[in-house]
């Protein structure tokens, strides 16, 4: 089994900071792309950054220049700095990540449970 555990999201006033942190844990042979999706209320689920297993990264236009996506690869860990917050940042944020499990011949991809962003003053 693989498990994917954020952690980090909270109520923030616009402008601030947060931080979201992603680990994977179980029988894992590699991870390719790792990635933050974000959903906020009535509004489908939406890509806000990916990063390849090289480090190389793409963004929504909609955090360019605010949000930043980074990866321990010793650490099966993923990270969201966001920056320079704004209420339409509101969501849910989740974490998903596409792993050859041990054994396997194939990759999957798998979700974290999804850590509640609230961007208010």
């Known amino acids: 089994q693989v498990q994917l555990v954020e952690s980090g999201g909270g109520l923030v006033q616009p402008g601030g900071s947060l931080r979201l942190s992603c680990a994977a844990s179980?029988?894992?042979?590699?991870?390719?792309?790792m990635g933050w999706y974000r959903q906020a209320p009535g509004k489908e689920r939406e890509l806000v950054a990916r990063i390849t297993s090289g480090g190389s990264t793409n963004y929504a236009d909609s955090v360019k220049g605010r949000f930043a996506i980074s990866r321990d690869n010793a650490k099966n860990a993923v990270y969201l700095q966001m920056n320079s917050l704004k209420p339409e940042d509101t969501a849910v944020y989740y974490c998903n990540a596409d792993i050859r499990r041990i054994g396997y011949w194939r990759d999957d991809y798998y979700w974290g449970q999804g850590t509640q962003v609230t961007v208010s003053s």
């Open positions: 179980g029988s894992i042979f590699r991870i390719n792309n």
